[in-house]
């Protein structure tokens, strides 16, 4: 019995005494009699350890490791020991309480764009940026230029996938690291020399390509009197031309012939011509339609107007059916702008509503579409126009508008022969009184081409505007 309990108690110490030589230290170990403190750090947090743990407390000649965790956006600045530097995160426990302190400051990196973009630029909001923080790019491209779609790059890795034909704001989050910033543009002018190329060009546009923001150059005249185009741009209402053209003083020859919205344009959604000539023919077999030597349709777009400038129509126009003509334009739901044109090509329709510049104003039934404004400036038309009722020099009829419609007739004329059996006007042949407090109508006109009774200039067919149309003639000596 005593044998047995020697051997236990010898056991027993045994026991203790390993479990004294392999114990762990703790936070609370009364014989860790140095205390460590760790100070607040401002956008970082800071703690020490001893072997993987935590420690506030520790003896004399212990290994520690100061742990520094930055918040996104900062780097380690300094670590100090009792405010001592130290380089790494290491340090001996000394025979006394230490203080731990550290700080942190932003990752700050540069922002460079490459200033050698060819057709457009890159601008950043910042030149240089932290860590995490959002910079926004604003890509321009120049005029007839579009950012070639997955170009955008930082540092070579894309970051905008698609294509940019105006300016574009794009975001990316800062690395910590520099970064450079470079970008590509593609020259989108469509030249123009021959007729298979124009063939070609109408045939994107009815495949639904709309040349928004972008340029087509006619370098050459195309078709000819023997030859001429019998293709149309833009032709359908979802298919409309929306881009510009310009002629740089060439001839398109049409041939034309068909039973919707008809011209060199059939449907101009904001589209711009400049310094082209039409001649041939345009022939429109369908009623409650629209034809015109440029443009049958001009759509609303949203605010943007369909824009003619220096362009002659010496095209026939003629309507076979109960549809609107016009030597430019057949009917205009949008607004549009036409300066220093001349029609002078005849202009007839078996319906109602011709004139030498656009037959027909109304309003677009588009959603949100508000009244077109309808501005003609120093333009004439000499061409021969004949309709059954509502014949116009400029502007065959002014329907239904909403208040607030402003209409601009500036130095325009007429010379040509206007025939109908009513409703003729020299410069407009019906103004409605369909806008809910009338329309904002000012005529300014050196020849109207057509006297009344009395020997006076007709100016107006028939002028039931709810407010007074303001016309002002200007003679030839330049006295209004």
């Not at 970082?44 to 000649?61: N, P």
């Not at 409703?423 to 109207?448: C, K, L, M, N, P």
Request: glycine content about 14%; aromatic content about 6%; overall charge negative.
């Amino acid at each position: 019995m005593k044998k047995h309990l020697l051997w236990t108690m010898l056991l027993l110490c045994l026991v203790l005494l390993l479990a004294g030589c392999g114990a762990k230290y703790s936070w609370d170990d009364e014989r860790l009699n140095y205390n460590i403190t760790g100070e607040t750090v401002e956008n970082g947090t800071l703690y020490v350890t001893r072997k993987g743990e935590k420690v506030k407390r520790a003896a004399e000649g212990d290994i520690l490791y100061v742990n520094l965790v930055p918040a996104t956006g900062y780097e380690r600045e300094s670590i100090t020991v009792n405010g001592e530097a130290i380089e790494g995160s290491q340090f001996t426990m000394p025979a006394g309480d230490v203080k731990v302190a550290a700080t942190v400051r932003p990752i700050v990196s540069q922002i460079t764009v490459d200033t050698a973009l060819v057709g457009g630029t890159v601008t950043a909001d910042k030149t240089e940026a932290m860590y995490g923080e959002t910079v926004t790019l604003t890509v321009t491209p120049e005029a007839d230029y579009t950012l070639i779609e997955r170009s955008l790059t930082v540092n070579g890795a894309e970051i905008y996938r698609g294509q940019a034909a105006e300016a574009t704001q794009v975001t990316f989050r800062m690395p910590p690291h520099d970064v450079r910033i470079t970008a590509r543009f593609r020259d989108t002018t469509l030249r123009i020399t021959t007729i298979d190329e124009y063939r070609a060009f109408a045939a994107l546009v009815n495949g639904g390509t709309d040349f928004r923001g972008r340029r087509v150059i006619i370098d050459a005249d195309i078709g000819s009197p023997e030859a001429p185009v019998d293709v149309m741009i833009g032709n359908a209402s979802d298919k409309a031309f929306a881009g510009t053209m310009e002629g740089n003083g060439h001839t398109v020859y049409l041939n034309l012939t068909g039973v919707k919205g008809i011209g060199l344009i059939g449907y101009s959604n904001g589209a711009t011509v400049r310094d082209l000539t039409v001649a041939g023919q345009v022939n429109l077999t369908a009623g409650n339609m629209y034809a015109g030597g440029f443009v049958g349709l001009v759509q609303w777009a949203s605010g943007r107007g369909t824009t003619l400038e220096r362009c002659v129509n010496e095209a026939t126009v003629n309507v076979t059916a109960s549809s609107n003509a016009g030597g430019f334009v057949g009917r205009a739901l949008g607004s549009l702008t036409v300066t220093g044109c001349e029609n002078r090509g005849n202009v007839t329709t078996t319906g109602n509503y011709a004139a030498g510049v656009v037959g027909y104003v109304h309003n677009s039934s588009a959603t949100g579409a508000g009244s077109p404004a309808i501005t003609v400036t120093d333009t004439v038309n000499t061409g021969n126009i004949t309709a059954n009722t509502g014949v116009g020099g400029i502007v065959g009829l002014f329907h239904k508008g909403a208040a607030g419609a402003v209409h601009r007739l500036t130095n325009v004329s007429n010379t040509g022969t206007l025939s109908g059996t009513s409703q003729v006007g020299g410069i407009v042949a019906v103004i409605t009184s369909q806008a809910t407090d009338g329309f904002d109508i000012t005529i300014t006109y050196r020849e109207a081409g057509l006297k009344d009774g009395a020997g006076e200039d007709l100016v107006v067919g028939a002028d039931n505007n709810r407010k007074t149309t303001v016309i002002t003639h200007i003679t030839d000596d330049g006295n209004i």
